[in-house]
């Protein structure tokens, strides 16, 4: 059973501007942890302020548990929870302040809930009297995730929940998730780090509004089309043009201290020419090795090659 349905959602902001979203489609199921991957200015914000009542869509209709984000908004508004990418909790009250604060607008306790967010609640429990403005990102991003689950929400919308934190919290932040998936509850994260959609069961890439592909993140890399290849050299940053100029090249592009290199059709011969087409123009120090394309490469591609 489907849990969050989108079929043909068009959003614009701006008359005569590229629209924020574009005839965008896909489901997720009931107890699924789902990525929206992608760069800001994707249109990840924009749907999930739609899936959560927030902004009415130009085209198109969606569901959330069965319900739908026009008629039915009040209860939608009951049974999801909501973290946005700015931490939006009221920053001089206290953590615990806050928490009760949320609870009482559900029609709950911290108490009712309490075995969902414990795990959670706990690393903040001893800043519990602290202001919420004063607490570290990694905090912050605790207690929004704690509100956010306080009256059990069937569905979590959680828009960038990472960004701006330390790598250990990120991490912590994961393990957490996993933990909440095995409560039941349904998952939509939404990020701009290409490292993350592996944590994800399916993801949808996304970019300038449209959706460039669905499926699970082993299933998108297994798709990517021909071999890819690393191209290291003591001055990747000189490399860079003159392996673009390359006749055979089909994509080039800066990987950290390599560049990512695949021809525009696999030959064993191509490698080989490439390193001599190199050396020819002054680079005598460079290594070519095949390697296994990530979500970041598969979307580069998909940009490229859209269908």
Known sequence: ????????????????????????SFSVKKGELFGLIGPDGAGKSTIFRILTTLLLSDAGKATVAGYDVVKDFHQIRSCVGYMPGKFSLYQDLTVEENLNFFATLFGT?????????????????PFKDRRAGKLSGGMKQKLALSCALVHRPEVLFLDEPTTGVD?????????????????????????????????????ALIQTGHILSIDTPDNIVAAYPGKLYALRSPKVHLLLPDTRSYEGIRQCYAAGEKLHVAFQEDGKDHPAQLLTYLKNKGHQTVDIKEIRPDIEDCFIEKLSNPK
Do not use: H
Request: hydrophobic share 40%; net charge negative; proline share 4%.
């Open 167 to 203: 790598a250990v919290s990120r991490q912590e932040f994961w393990d957490m998730l996993k933990r909440l998936k095995n409560e039941g509850i349904t998952i939509v994260v939404s990020t701009p780090y290409m490292d993350e959609a592996s944590l994800c069961e399916r993801i």
């Open 1 to 24: 059973m489907d849990t969050v349905v989108l079929e043909n959602i068009s959003k614009s902001y701006i008359k005569d501007a590229p629209p924020a979203l574009e005839n965008v």
């Open 109 to 125: 306790t911290i108490a009712e809930n309490y075995a969902l967010i414990k795990d959670i609640y706990e690393q903040i429990a």
